[in-house]
């Protein structure tokens, strides 16, 4: 199927590779077929794009959390893991949203913000997500 997306033009997308995200996303609660992108340029790529299949304007930059060195332990209660359609834990990837706060002095140097508390949780096996509302976090420095 082709696509016409807002930021990235027009794709093609294998609809066996899209993510359905049940209830959508909190705010976003019509947007329930996603597409996840990434730079084929890149050998390991940090940021990835998740597209709105719904809305062609909606996309996020997402990473993984090791990308940032945070480490989740994420506990599911028994309608998220039935929503994901979840057999094994190691079916899960978890993805966290970033955000541009634009510097109004000088673009390159807005700040980029990964939202850690509400992380995005997929089921690679059946391509189904939903959005981890208010994680509490504890946070752990190392100095290397």
Not at 42 to 69: C, H, M, N, R, Y
Not at 128 to 142: A, F, N, R, V, Y
Request: proline share 6%; net charge negative.
């Amino acid at each position: 199927m082709r696509f016409q997306s807002s930021q990235l033009g027009q794709v093609d997308i294998d609809e066996s590779t899209v993510i359905t995200f049940p209830r959508g996303i909190p705010a976003l609660e019509n947007c329930t077929r996603f597409k996840l992108f990434h730079n084929a340029t890149q050998a390991q790529p940090q940021v990835f794009w998740l597209q709105s299949l719904d809305d062609p304007g909606v996309i996020f930059s997402i990473t993984t959390p090791e990308a940032l060195d945070i480490r989740y332990e994420i506990e599911l209660d028994d309608a998220e893991v039935s929503e994901l359609k979840l057999q094994q834990p190691q079916d899960v990837a978890i993805l966290l949203m970033l955000s541009n706060q634009a510097d109004e002095q000088h673009p390159a140097l807005s700040t980029m913000k990964a939202n850690i508390r509400n992380p995005l949780v997929i089921n690679l096996q059946s391509r189904t997500g939903l959005q981890k509302m208010g994680l509490q976090c504890d946070i752990l420095l190392h100095n290397r």
